[in-house]
Nanobody
Framework: QVQLVESGGGLVQAGGSLRLSCAAS????????IRWYRQAPGKERELVAG???????NYVDSVKGRFTISRDNAKNTVFLQMNSLKPEDTAVYYC??????WGKGTLVTVSS
């Protein structure tokens, strides 16, 4: 079955960096888009970044120039490199594919 497992979250000071990973299995990884979402306390889940099977990327405006999404099809893994982190980036970050499949999330906390 489809599985998505996020890792790499943690506590970081404002201005710092983290690299999130999403390890995928159970589907044809190389041809499918993968998306990162996040949900902050008291807020709705929002799309942060996405990458197609062909490598095209998109980002929410608030992270453009700071976050980079990439994929390694040999390892069935998608990455989210997050630089210049801000306290407002604090959230649980989730991996998503095929519309309905979600990982359990990884918590990112950015202290001011």
């Amino acid at each position: 079955q489809v599985q998505l497992v996020e890792s790499g979250g943690g506590l970081v000071q404002a201005g710092g960096s983290l690299r999130l990973s999403c390890a995928a299995s159970g589907f044809r990884f190389s041809i499918n888009a993968i998306r990162w979402y996040r949900q902050a306390p008291g807020k709705e889940r929002e799309l942060v970044a996405g990458i197609t099977g062909g490598g095209d990327t998109n980002y929410v405006d608030s992270v453009k120039g700071r976050f980079t999404i990439s994929r390694d099809n040999a390892k069935n893994t998608v990455f989210l490199q997050m630089n210049s982190l801000k306290p407002e980036d604090t959230a649980v970050y989730y991996c998503n594919t095929l519309l309905h499949y979600w990982g359990k999330g990884t918590l990112v906390t950015v202290s001011s």
